[in-house]
């Protein structure tokens, strides 16, 4: 039988080869989803089997089915790699197989979020004092930041929601802006407040809320709101203007939400931190690590100001729950879960391998590239940018070709570049218009894999025009 030493030198073989091809790997799959199935389902055997033959079948056989988002010409979501050393604390965490609930279960665990948290608020410019869940993603931070924020807003109303839940519950307006991501309405879902019963306000040309619109829609409800505001558009990679939406919401009584996906990163980065200004004054903001960050999948962060209303919505205890020293931070206090993987130490590896200036030179040289993008498929005829880019973000839409629409010839090029393989483009929807999208955050693009990319999408225009 395979030792475990065994086993996992094998895996390492096959994971550091995999690592080794993907910089000149095919970006996109071609796997058909039946063949695919075909291939790695069938009946449950009965018999055990040797642990090798396993992960040398599935390194196999799932192959034909990966996408190298870990390269760096993968464009086509807000995608990061993985730094090595943010991989090799994740095996590590995997190794140790820590539960991140509680001191008690990891000390370590526990104290590498504290770290984390510290040095987080430090580098994002917010205050010192917020607290913070290490959460699954975008989405749950979302989720957890509002759901702080509810509470809040709801037991300034006499109202324990936790308790009593919404049934009868006090009013509680919610208003958001019309470019807001969809975690934001599957987070509303979520906490029962609805995707359909919110107020959104209009947004300017780049996708960036209104601050008038903010103001007029506000003076209208008899309640305080929950406010969910962005720093960094999917699409456009545009900011709110937080510095003046914040004093508007307060004003008001209300909470501020900030859905800082990828954007909240340019706080990190001298040079682009301007764009962030404000965000210090948010109550909560949600921030995703395995975008800018580049750590592995399955890491977000929510950082909230009222810690009080953050452990509130979080915090279930059970009587089986040992004890803490009174000094140690209880992780499960801040997010969704209870058992739950140890994503802080994959977290502290990446921070500690980027330090302050890598970090800020990882979000000032994808900008870059993404500006280096959009100046070089300008040049071309019959292209357009769209948006202004001020991150990492480029919209590129298509003139009309033979007989097609700019929606259809937009979406032909997306449809070529993609077969070709060079890189992964994806396309979206942009004030009405069909348009393709280009996000550039990962660590290893270089300005080599740009041109390369560009060079690509215009043999892909050009085919379309013939």
């Not at 055990?48 to 079948?57: H, K």
């Not at 196999?60 to 996408?67: H, P, S, W």
């Not at 802006?177 to 975690?183: F, G, Q, V």
Request: net charge negative.
């Amino acid at each position: 039988m395979t030792t475990t030493k065994q086993l996992l030198a094998r895996t390492y073989d096959l994971a550091t080869t995999y690592l080794d091809g993907v910089r000149e790997r095919r970006v996109g799959s071609l796997a058909d989803y039946e063949a695919l199935l075909g291939a790695m389902g069938g009946a449950l055997p009965n018999a055990p089997a040797d642990p090798l033959a396993i992960i040398n079948e599935l390194a196999a056989t799932a192959e034909r089915g990966l996408v190298a988002t870990p390269g760096p010409r993968h464009f086509g979501f807000v995608l990061g790699g993985v730094l090595p050393a943010a991989l090799a604390a994740d095996w590590l965490a995997s190794a140790w197989d820590q539960n991140a609930f509680s001191f008690v279960l990891s000390p370590a665990a526990t104290v590498v979020e504290e770290v984390a948290r510290q040095w987080l608020t430090e580098l994002l410019g917010l205050s010192p004092e917020m607290s913070l869940g290490i959460v699954t993603g975008g989405t749950m931070g979302n989720f957890t930041g509002l759901a702080a924020g509810r509470h809040a807003l709801l037991a300034r109303a006499g109202w324990d929601v936790e308790e009593q839940g919404l049934f009868g519950a006090p009013e509680l307006p919610v208003v958001t802006s019309e470019e807001s991501h969809i975690t934001i309405f599957a987070s509303l879902q979520m906490l029962g407040m609805g995707r359909a019963r919110v107020t959104r306000v209009a947004a300017d040309e780049q996708g960036r809320m209104r601050a008038d619109a903010l103001r007029s829609v506000l003076s209208g409800l008899s309640s305080p709101a929950l406010v969910c505001a962005q720093a960094g558009n999917v699409n456009s990679g545009a900011f709110d203007p937080i510095a003046e939406i914040a004093p508007i919401v307060h004003d008001a009584g209300g909470w501020l939400h900030v859905d800082g996906a990828f954007g909240a990163w340019a706080a990190a980065s001298p040079r682009l931190k301007g764009l962030t200004a404000g965000l210090e004054l948010a109550d909560s903001v949600s921030v995703d690590a395995h975008k800018w960050l580049n750590v592995p999948y399955d890491c977000g962060f929510v950082f909230v100001r009222d810690v009080a209303a953050h452990r509130a919505a979080m915090t279930l205890e059970a009587p089986y729950y040992a004890p803490a020293p009174s000094v140690a931070r209880a992780n499960h206090n801040f997010v969704p879960e209870a058992s739950r993987r140890a994503r802080g130490f994959a977290v502290y590896a990446a921070l500690r391998s980027l330090g302050r200036d890598g970090l800020a030179e990882l979000v000032e040289r994808c900008s870059r590239l993404a500006k280096r993008m959009a100046v070089r498929l300008a040049a071309e005829p019959g292209v357009r940018i769209l948006n202004d880019v001020v991150l990492n973000q480029v919209l590129v839409r298509f003139d009309a070709r033979d007989g097609l629409d700019e929606d259809a010839t937009t979406a032909a090029v997306i449809r070529r570049v993609q077969q070709d393989g060079t890189c992964w483009v994806g396309g979206t929807t942009w004030k009405g218009m069909h348009v393709m999208r280009v996000s550039v955050s990962n660590w290893s693009t270089t300005e080599e894999d740009i041109d390369r990319s560009a060079d690509a999408i215009v043999r892909a225009a050009s085919a379309v025009a013939d």
